[in-house]
Nanobody, 121 residues
């Protein structure tokens, strides 16, 4: 099995920055795409950003130019640098990884437990 553990959430003022990290551990044969999603109270979970194993990225329009996703394949870790944060960025942020646990495994989507990001003055 693959476990994802997020860190780096917290309370920040509007205009501030936070950096989220998500480390994958356990039985890992390969990790394809990794990404960040978020869910605000009363809303559905939405994509924030994704990055492939080759480094290709994709962002939600609402975060383009403010957030940057990156990954360290050697450490099985994905990051989300969030700048110019707005109150509407407040949500629980979830890490996602499309991974295979063994050579013979199918690729599954794994999720972290989530980390709270609150943007408020």
């Amino acid at each position: 099995q693959v476990q994802l553990v997020e860190s780096g959430g917290g309370l920040v003022q509007p205009g501030g920055s936070l950096r989220l990290s998500c480390a994958a551990s356990g039985s890992i044969f390969s990790i394809n795409a990794m990404g960040w999603y978020r869910q605000a109270p009363g809303k559905e979970r939405e994509l924030v950003a994704t990055i492939t194993s080759g480094g290709s990225t994709n962002y939600a329009d609402s975060v383009k130019g403010r957030f940057t996703i990156s990954r360290d394949n050697a450490k099985n870790t994905v990051y989300l640098q969030m700048n110019s944060l707005k109150p509407e960025d407040t949500a629980v942020y979830y890490c996602n990884a499309a991974a295979r646990a063994t050579l013979l495994s199918y690729e599954y989507d794994y999720w972290g437990q989530g980390t709270q990001v609150t943007v408020s003055s």
